[in-house]
């Protein structure tokens, strides 16, 4: 009991110590706490009592009624010019111009400051976080239990050398977990920094953040990703806005955008893309193809399990926009050389089976 409270502690992260005592200088952050430049609602519909009395009522609705398909990655022994592997929910090992970058890593069986409760994963991890290759970078988009993970950085300090970069204030969570200071790099948004040749930028995403039960003390954040000729945009946890089409202008086209699509919710309209919000902002960043993400690991909504996908299939159908649908574990291969990158899209409905 003990050792699972002490673990409940640290999973809580910096809690409120952090970032008013360094007294953040930024736009985003006014009266103690960080805003989106759009107002939000955060705070469902109905009130939090109304909603853990609807989430403890919903049954399995959210659910796969089967076991979900994974692949074990088949990685090269060098990173590519552009390629994805999707390891569950918001975790990507991104290949750009020869680097591995990894995106919100979350290894754990539960999101959630405690591995006794909590939304449990619907399938596992494809590879063990050893498995992984040495990264360049290792990206976060925010503080939420489903994209940070303590356990996960725990293990990201003893297996790799990269540097994490997150959003501003997130960096107070990994020093009281004993990230060395060097490998920390904090951003506001539209700033950006340049790691492995890659240059990395904030940008705005329409979340909120916390690991307690206060809200906002750390910023959230999308991030693009650039070479010299490859362009990436990981957009992490957001809602719409029309932000999106002002990153397409300035630091776009992107070859590839990775976009959530799962649970959304009509309590919580303005914080998480449904599939019809995704192809929309992908449109606006001026993306070539979208990966799906966000969907089919945690049971985090109201919706069925596979009902993101295929509303996404159909929305995307309809706007002529070109989809990455692999499952979890298979690498997709966007550049190999020859120019055509819808050879290597995984299109087949391999969650029909899961159904």
Request: hydrophobic share 40%; with cysteine; net charge negative.
């Amino acid at each position: 009991m003990v050792t699972a409270v002490r673990d409940v502690r640290r999973a809580l992260g910096a809690g409120r110590r952090g970032s008013q005592d360094r007294g953040l200088d930024s736009p985003q952050w006014r009266a103690g706490a960080f805003h989106n430049r759009l107002p939000a609602q955060v705070v469902p519909r109905g009130g939090r009592l109304a909603l853990a009395r609807d989430f403890a009522t919903k049954r399995d609705r959210g659910r796969p009624r089967g076991p979900v398909r994974v692949e074990r990655p088949d990685l090269p022994a060098e990173a590519g010019t552009l390629a994805a592997t999707w390891l569950g929910h918001a975790t990507v090992l991104l290949e750009v111009e020869g680097h591995w970058v990894l995106t919100d890593p979350v290894w754990s069986e539960r999101v959630s400051p405690s591995q006794l409760a909590g939304p449990r994963r619907h399938h596992p991890v494809p590879l063990p976080v050893e498995g992984l290759p040495p990264l360049a970078a290792i990206l976060i988009s925010h503080d939420h239990y489903d994209h940070l993970d303590t356990a996960t950085v725990d293990a990201l300090v003893r297996t790799q050398v990269a540097p994490f970069v997150v959003p501003l204030g997130v960096g107070d969570h990994l020093r009281r977990w004993g990230v060395p200071e060097h490998r920390i790099l904090e951003l506001d948004w539209d700033a950006d920094v340049t790691v492995a040749g890659l240059r990395i930028t904030c940008v705005e995403a329409r979340h909120f953040s916390g690991r307690g039960l206060t809200n906002n003390l750390t910023l959230w954040s999308g991030w693009a990703v650039a070479g010299t000729r490859v362009r990436v945009h990981f957009g992490g946890d957001t809602g719409y806005t029309p932000d999106f089409a002002e990153v397409g202008e300035r630091l776009g086209p992107f070859d590839l955008t990775v976009l959530p699509i799962g649970a959304y919710d009509r309590r919580w309209p303005d914080v998480h893309l449904d599939p019809a919000e995704a192809v929309r902002a992908h449109r606006d960043l001026r993306g070539e193809v979208l990966l799906p993400v966000h969907w089919a690991t945690f049971d985090l909504a109201f919706h069925e399990w596979a009902a993101p996908v295929e509303w996404l299939r159909k929305e995307a159908a309809d706007q002529g926009v070109s989809l990455a649908l692999p499952p979890p574990g298979r690498r997709v291969e966007l550049d190999d050389g020859a120019g055509d990158r819808a050879s290597g899209l995984a299109l087949e409905p391999w969650w029909e089976q899961s159904v």
